[in-house]
């Protein structure tokens, strides 16, 4: 999604809420995400280790009077959507309310009994920074249809149909947004092995450290057309490849350094490319989680620069901006490291940060980059929280 905006809180999707219903709404808050390490791994079967953070969307939900329709509004761009629940979502809708009827479409051709409904919804999670703010809003969303209509739609589930409206609305996205979202939990990181979906949370213990998010505010809309399916079809290319040589090659998990190597004359050289970041970025998931366990955040802020490396020149995600800020970073002793967040092409950095010397530092790579791009960025610090939940000072019962 790529609108500009204004953020409201949970009481002003309350307000608005019952103010145009009348009504109490149920609540739902569903947080944006951050990533470690592990990009564009996801879909290729590896290992991510992303979080949720204190930035949500809130989403005011409650019964239509009508059955079959739906009215949904979205409080920071002050726009509303209408539709029919059983119609037909046009499919590489990328606005707001493509996400709405994608929802409501996979949710239907799954069998789940969706009736009609109104929502409002809002936060402050950047919107085109990265951070999975279509996530948050389809995760929010099933999760709150489901508390709606008593649906008990399982959490492994809903990352499902999360990622098969994002599939609808044009984004192959794999499953690490859904997780973040759905099973974040407070000063955690998740390690998620995206073959058996299978995940473990490892403390992070960064104390006299801090994790910012520099916001380059260039927009990505990985949606609409950027390179992000392409990547996907690079690897999807290599896996076919090999797949003729050895019959039991499912995905790029299944193939050693050693076996791409010696393929490599098959290969188209920008899909080997792809593909051996892929690899080297799986091991720097496993050397992080090996670092965070021994609590060696130097190690840790060097495989984040690794992977930046990688990102910016064998998987070519990055942009002029988001490269600009980590040659930034570098040239700062407090910044352990630093690297692009999410999809790519846009979007924010993440920097682990000496909490001491934080500010002097942003301070420096602030008016640098303003020098550079004359755009100011937005520094954003993050605090790692729970998944999509109903808030437990939800004192609100939706008239159901
Ligand atoms: C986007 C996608 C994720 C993942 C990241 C890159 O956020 O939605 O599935 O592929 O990009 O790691």
Redesign the pocket.
């Known amino acids: 999604m790529n609108k500009e905006t204004t953020t409201a809180n949970a009481t002003a999707i309350l307000e608005l809420y019952r103010q145009t219903f009348g009504q109490a709404p149920l609540l739902v808050q569903a947080p944006g995400r951050i990533?470690l390490i592990?990009?564009?791994?996801?879909?290729n079967a590896g290992w991510?280790l992303p979080a949720a953070i204190d930035k949500s969307l809130w989403l005011a939900l409650g019964r239509h009077s009508d059955p079959g329709e739906a009215l949904f509004i979205a409080a920071d761009v002050a726009e509303s959507t209408r539709f029919r629940i059983a119609e037909d979502a046009p499919a590489q809708e990328h606005d707001w309310p493509g996400y709405i009827r994608a929802v409501v479409a996979v949710l239907r051709e799954k069998g789940w009994a969706v009736k009609g409904f109104n929502g409002v919804f809002g936060g402050d999670i950047p919107l085109g920074a990265?951070l999975?703010s279509?996530?948050a809003l389809c995760c929010g969303l099933i999760f709150g249809i489901s508390e709606l209509f008593q649906l008990h739609i399982p959490r492994p589930q809903i990352a499902l149909l999360a990622?098969a409206a994002?599939h609808r609305v044009g984004?192959n996205?794999?499953?690490?947004?859904?997780y973040a979202v759905l099973f974040g939990r407070k000063d955690q990181v998740i390690c998620l092995d995206c073959q058996s979906l299978q995940f473990q949370y490892y403390p992070l213990d960064i104390a006299g450290h801090s994790l910012v998010l520099v916001n380059s505010r260039i927009k990505h809309a990985?949606a609409a057309g950027s390179g992000?399916n392409a990547r996907?079809q690079s690897c999807e290319r290599v896996v076919a490849a090999l797949r003729q040589q050895d019959a039991s090659v499912h995905s790029l998990r299944d193939v050693s350094p050693a076996a791409l190597e010696s393929f490599r004359p098959l290969l188209d050289p920008t899909d080997y490319c792809r593909a051996a970041y892929v690899l080297k970025e799986n091991d720097r998931v496993r050397r992080t989680v090996e670092a965070l366990e021994k609590r060696e955040l130097e190690l840790v802020g060097e495989l984040l620069y690794q992977s930046h490396a990688g990102l910016q020149t064998e998987y070519d995600?990055s942009a002029p901006e988001l490269d600009l800020l980590v040659d930034l970073a570098r040239r700062e002793k407090s910044v352990l490291g630093a690297r692009m967040v999410?999809?790519?092409f846009g979007g924010c950095t993440i920097n682990l940060i000496r909490s001491a010397d934080k500010a002097a530092a942003l301070g420096r790579m602030t008016s640098a980059y303003r020098q550079h791009t004359g755009i100011t960025p937005e520094i954003i610090e993050v605090a790692i929280c729970d998944g999509v939940r109903r808030p437990a000072d939800d004192s609100t019962t939706a008239e159901l």
């Open positions: 990533n592990g990009e564009h791994t996801d879909y991510v990265g999975s279509s996530a990622q994002e984004l996205c794999g499953l690490m947004d859904q990985l992000y996907r995600v999410g999809g790519g």
